[in-house]
C-alpha cells in the first residue's frame, strides 16, 4: 500500500466529513435553484430529468441573470476589463513604461479569449455557482507546448477546500471518476496496477474513483516536483496508489466565496438568503396551479339514489336520468369560491423578493427611461454600496490571483514582450477597468465635479480661491474616475515638453509682434521725414536732427 495515497484518501475523508451540513443546504438550494447541480447527496443518472418538483422558474431566471450580470459586468469578452500599472504615477506616465504595460496587458487579455481555453464560457458557471451556493472552484490548467491555460469551473459536489491561517484557501481535494481508458491516455499504462489495470484489458469503460489533490509542497516534502511551492498528486482510490506526482509555480485553483461567516470556510450566498421566499414561492404555485385546475374543471356532487350512473363529461355530450321530475339536476359543479387571482398576487411578490435577493434591480443598472444623467448616476452609486463588498472580494479571491497566474505563465513561456529597464524591481498593479469597476469609480467623479460646482458660486466672489486647486491633478482624477483610456492621457513629461514648446512659441510671436510694430514705426518715421525734408527749410532740420542724436548716440 502506498502510504502518500494511503493519506491523501483519509485526510480527503476528513474535509469531506467536515462540510456534511453544507451539504444537505446544498442540496436543497440546487433542487429548488439550480437543479444541473444537484449532486450532493448521491450520483445522479446522466440524461435525468431534475426539474420534476419545480413549479416556478423565477429562482433560476434570478441565478441567471445575476451570473450574466456579472459576466457583463466584469469579465465582459468586449471591454478591456483590466488594465497593468504601477504604484509610482511618474513613472506610470513614462512613454516606454506605459506602452509596455498597454501591450502586455493586451497580450494577457488574447490568451483569456483563447477559444481553446474558453475562459469567457466557463467563468459564467463560476458566477451561477457563486450566486447559488456562495462557493466557487475555478481550475485553470497549462496546456504544455499549446502556449495557452486551458480553464474550467470545477463542481462543488467534488471538490473539498481548506484555509491557511491567513483565511486563503490553499488545499483542494477533487474526487472524480474516469473510465479505465480514459486513465490509460492520462497516466500511462504502465502506472496502472490491479483492478484497473484488468479493467483496462478487459473493461475499458468502467469507471473507477480518482483524486487529486493540490496542497502546500512542504506539507508533502519530497513528494512533490522540485522547486515547486505547490504539490499535485493523482491518486487511484481502488488500488490505493498515487499514479502522477508533480506541481505548480502557482496555486491553480481560485475558490471565490460570496460571503463568509465566522468560522466558515465555505461561502454564503444570495440563494441561501432567498431560500424561504423560493420554497414558499415554489409551493404557492402548486396551489394556485391545483386551485385554478378546480376552477376550469371543478369536481361534481351528485345525488346519492343509490344508483351510480357514469357521467359523460365531453363537449356535446348527453347524459340521460341528470335531472330529476322537477327538472333540477342532480349532478353539480362543486364552486368553492376559490380566489385564483389572491395567490397570483401573493406569488408576485415572492416573486419580487427572489428578484432583489439577486441584485435584479442592479444588474439593470437604469429604471425609467426618462431619468436624468444625475439621477442615474445617483441610483448607481446608491445600488453598488451594497454590492461593493462581495464585488471586492470576487476581486481578491478570483480575479488577482487569477491574473498573477496568467501573467507568471506567459512570462515563464516567453509570451511578453521584454520590459523596460525602468519596470525592474518594480511590482505590478492590476487596475480593473470593467463597467462595474468603472461605475464605481464615477462616484469619485461625481464628489469632484460636486466640489467645483460648490466653490463656484465663492470663486465669483473671491476669484483666489481656485488657487486651491490643482487643475493637472483634477483632470487625471476625472479622467480615472470615468474610466478613460489610459492612451488618451499624455505622460507629464511630454505635457510639461508640449507646454515649454507653447510658451517658447509664444515669446516668438511676441517678439515678432515687437519687431513688426518697431519696423512699421520706422517706416512711418521715415516718411515723416522724408516730407519735411521736402518742405522749405526742412532739409536743413532734418540734418540738425541727425546730427544730435548721432551726438546722443555717441
Known sequence: ?????????????????????????????????????????????????????????????????????????????????????????????????????????????????????????????LYADLATFGTGVFYSEDVVGEGYLRFSTRPLAETCVAEDDGGTVDTVFRSFEMTARQAVQRFGDGQLEGKLRDAAEKQPDRAFPFLHAVLPAKEVEGKAERGKPWASLYVDVTGRKVLRRGGFAEFPFQVPRWSTAAGEVYGRSPAMLALADVKMLNQMARSTIEAAHKAVNPPLIAFDDGVYRPMRLYPGSVNFGGVNQDGRPLVQPLLTGTRVDIGLEMEEQRRGAIREAFYFSLMQMVGRADMTATEVMARQEEKLRLLGPHLGRLQSEFLDPLIDRVFAVMQRNRQLPEPPPELEGRELKVDYVSPLAKAQKAADGQAMLRALESIAPLAQIEPTVVDNFDPDALARRLAEAWGAPAAILRGQDEVAELRQQRAQAQAAQQQMAMLQQAAKAAEQGAGAAQRLAATEGGAELVQGIAGAMGQAGA
Open 1 to 125: 500500500m502506498d502510504d502518500l495515497a494511503h493519506e491523501l484518501i483519509r485526510r480527503h475523508g476528513e474535509l469531506k466529513a467536515a462540510r456534511g451540513t453544507w451539504e444537505a443546504h446544498w442540496q436543497e438550494l440546487a433542487d429548488f435553484v439550480r437543479p444541473l447541480r444537484a449532486d450532493f447527496t448521491g450520483p445522479r443518472s446522466p440524461g435525468e430529468k431534475r426539474s420534476r418538483e419545480i413549479y416556478d422558474g423565477t429562482p433560476g431566471h434570478a441565478v441567471e441573470a445575476l451570473a450574466a450580470g456579472l459576466w457583463g459586468m466584469v469579465t465582459n469578452a468586449a471591454n478591456q476589463w483590466f488594465a497593468l500599472t504601477i504604484d509610482d504615477p511618474d513613472l506610470a506616465g513614462f512613454q516606454p513604461v506605459k506602452e509596455w504595460l498597454d501591450l502586455a496587458a493586451e497580450h494577457m487579455r488574447s490568451l483569456f479569449a483563447h477559444n481553446g481555453g474558453q475562459f469567457y464560457a466557463r467563468v459564467f458557471e
